[in-house]
């Protein structure tokens, strides 16, 4: 039966459940806040520099491949997918570096030079870890959790997979090198997750890497938000940008549509939130139809790191450096800054760093003769109680001075296009609670049926796509949300 659905928000999880529901004979209309689409993937265009704002790391392209399978179409006629090779440079504190890719024996190579007594260790980690990619993506990441019974069914599987450990105890089991337990265990990072505390399930994380490859999109990550946006057009789908959702229209306990900030009512079938689960609830739904997700829970609720991202371009070009498309500098402390980050919830004067240089592969993203970047540091969220309207401008300086004296010599006078975003933008512009990055954060007790479900537990006809949700944040992870919620809607 053909429905009439609304998506609130247009980040991966919205549009790929939009196209999908499209593709399955719905009418579809997107609802998008800011000026156009993208929600965390948005592109600033700055000088003639076009900035990705994020996701960059592309894994199981062939779950966009999907999208476009479904509705009769190719996705290579649409965006153009490279290999990056290494996936990642990993810098340790003394600037010696660490490459991996998928060539097995290349990633053993570089396992050798470092720790020769390892490459053993690896061997078996890389065993053990198809088995969790087995269990947990491939079975498991398209599977709503809406019952606890569902849970029990997969317990017993998950507690021999020693899900109970964390990604670095379970890397440690097999690497000695501390700087290399680093390289395999920072992955969680990647979806606001700390390696001491995040469930060992998403150390399949290093094992979807090496099966798929780690890919970045001609054009910038923004150029699959476009192919997705014309994509939907074809489809038939409807796009409102610069409409901001108030509240969610409920009428006996099943969603009816949602009233705009304009006051303007639109009515569905069936609502689909793509927002940050936390904020949906807590701004969206009136307290008297939340029983079980109170702003109590919510509050209670553990969030992921925040981020700070500055986006920059220079004058010249940087490929005389050691740097590659995807650069992870760690400082010397690990555990303690993330100690700092996670528990503390304090602003450490030192910092890791993920460093993306999309123009080694990519010269299309600036100007002719200039390089662009992002770097990033992960930062507790707004709990810290940091006053980012004065920290920004030292934080920027003092991740700006580092590289400039150990990676990019002469960086400041050459920059001629700069933006940074912190954790009052995650907050304020992304309607992220708390200002975090990544929504809930991935730890055991807040995955799977203990994760905020698809299908929502308080009102009827509102399903959720997006970080917040199962399976969780990064780029198949919430493009596997918006398979449920198009398998759900088609049961209802």
């Not at 690896?122 to 849970?151: C, H, N, R, S």
């Not at 450096?321 to 004067?349: M, P, V």
């Not at 730890?443 to 905020?452: E, N």
């Amino acid at each position: 039966m053909k429905k009439k659905i609304i998506v609130i928000g247009s980040g991966f999880g919205g549009l790929g459940a939009a196209s999908r529901l499209l593709s399955a004979g719905h009418d579809v209309t997107i609802l998008e806040k800011r000026d156009k689409l993208g929600g965390r993937a948005y592109v600033y265009e700055i000088n003639g520099f076009k900035f990705d704002g994020g996701p960059t790391v592309i894994t199981a392209p062939f779950m966009f491949d999907d999208i476009f399978e479904a509705a009769g179409k190719k996705r290579e006629e649409y965006v153009k997918f490279v290999p990056c090779n290494p996936f990642y440079r990993i810098f340790d504190a003394e600037g010696k570096s660490f490459d991996y890719n998928n060539d097995h024996e290349f990633t053993l190579k570089e396992i050798r030079k470092r720790n020769p007594g390892d490459v053993e260790g690896y061997e078996k980690f890389i065993k053990t870890t198809k088995a969790i990619f087995d269990k947990g993506f491939v079975e498991l990441a398209d599977q709503p959790f809406l019952k606890f019974t569902d849970m029990l069914k997969v317990a017993p599987d998950l507690i021999k997979l020693q899900s109970y450990k964390t990604v670095y105890k379970y890397v440690e089991q097999f690497i000695d090198d501390e700087f290399l337990k680093r390289c395999f265990s920072f992955h969680p990072l990647l979806v606001g997750g700390n390696p001491f505390d995040t469930t060992s399930i998403y150390a399949m994380i290093h094992y979807l890497e090496r099966e798929w490859g780690v890919h970045y999109a001609m054009g910038g990550t923004g150029a699959i938000v476009d192919a997705l946006e014309k994509l939907i057009r074809e489809q038939g789908g409807k796009i409102q940008t610069e409409a901001e959702v108030d509240e969610i229209l409920i009428e006996n306990g099943s969603a009816k549509g949602v009233r705009l900030k304009n006051g303007e009512k639109l009515m569905a079938d069936e609502v689909v939130s793509n927002a940050d689960v936390a904020f949906t609830y807590k701004n969206l739904i009136n307290p008297k139809h939340r029983k079980k997700y109170t702003d109590r829970k919510i509050e209670r609720t553990k969030y992921s790191m925040s981020l700070f991202v500055i986006y920059f371009g220079t004058k010249k070009r940087y490929l005389d450096s050691e740097l590659a498309h995807h650069n992870i500098i760690l400082g010397e402390r690990y555990e303690e800054l993330l100690k700092d980050i996670f528990h503390k919830k304090e602003l450490a004067e030192d910092f890791s760093l993920y460093l993306h240089m999309p123009t080694i592969t990519d010269p299309s993203m600036a100007p002719e003769g200039c390089e662009g970047f992002y770097v990033l540091s992960p930062v507790p969220h707004l709990d810290s109680g940091t006053d980012w309207n004065e920290m920004a401008p030292k934080y920027r300086d003092a991740i700006m001075d580092f590289l400039e004296e150990n990676y990019l010599p002469d960086l400041q006078e050459n920059i001629i296009a700069e933006h940074y975003i912190d954790p009052l933008h995650f907050q304020n512009v992304l309607n992220s609670y708390k200002g975090s990055a990544f929504s809930v954060e991935p730890i055991l007790t807040q995955s799977a049926w203990f994760r905020p479900h698809n299908k929502s537990e308080d009102v009827d006809n509102l399903y959720f796509v997006g970080a917040g949700t199962h399976p969780g944040a990064g780029l198949p992870g919430v493009l596997s949300s918006s398979i449920i919620a198009q398998d759900l809607i088609g049961k209802a």
